[in-house]
């Protein structure tokens, strides 16, 4: 089982429209979660944090289910600047090593 | 403007040549890494550096090598041990004793192809 695991999609929506993504992950010690965003043929960017008590951030809610080992995404009123790649990223922690380890992302195309 | 600065943005090399990739910081950032990148796969961990002087394997570190002599510099040396150099490689940077590892920066990345 890969260690963070994505749906690549790619996710093809119309403007305005609200889209979710999930990422699930292997490892129950994994400490700290995060969304980073990849446009294309760039390098990834941090989009944001997510806190175990679920965090917002304008249109973009991130949450995380430590039980069921997920983490999502949501974009509501989605535009068109959203079209991208988006990457779940999660670090271990110390004990192991205390490095991120990326998912293989799930694009996204918003559509007129 | 603080930043990473990756060079060069392309390179072709010829099979068997090793050849060695740029990543200079001025973010005063302790960490740095190097990541590759391939089609349809994650951002796979080559080395990383998490203070001056030392440096760890990365998951995929065979046929790489690194050195970090200095805070601001970690260049990446892919040797003809590479079984599969193409690949875009990208180079980023934390804070991680101030605010964990959390936010990488990242370069803008080397494609490197090789004919």
Redesign the interface.
Known sequence: RKEVEQDPGPFNVPEGATVAFNCTYSNSASQSFFWYRQDCRKEPKLLMSVYSSGNEDGRFTAQLNRASQYISLLIRDSKLSDSATYLCVVNVGAGGGNKLTFGTGTQLKVEL | DGGITQSPKYLFRKEGQNVTLSCEQNLNHDAM?W?RQDP??????IY?S?IVNDF?K?DIAEGYSVSREKKESFPLTVTSAQKNPTA?Y?CASSN?RLA?????F????SRLTVL
């Open positions: 890494y990541y349809g796969q994650g951002l796979r961990l990383y998490q760890q990365g875009f990208l991680w964990g590892i959390g936010e990488l990242f370069g803008e990345g």
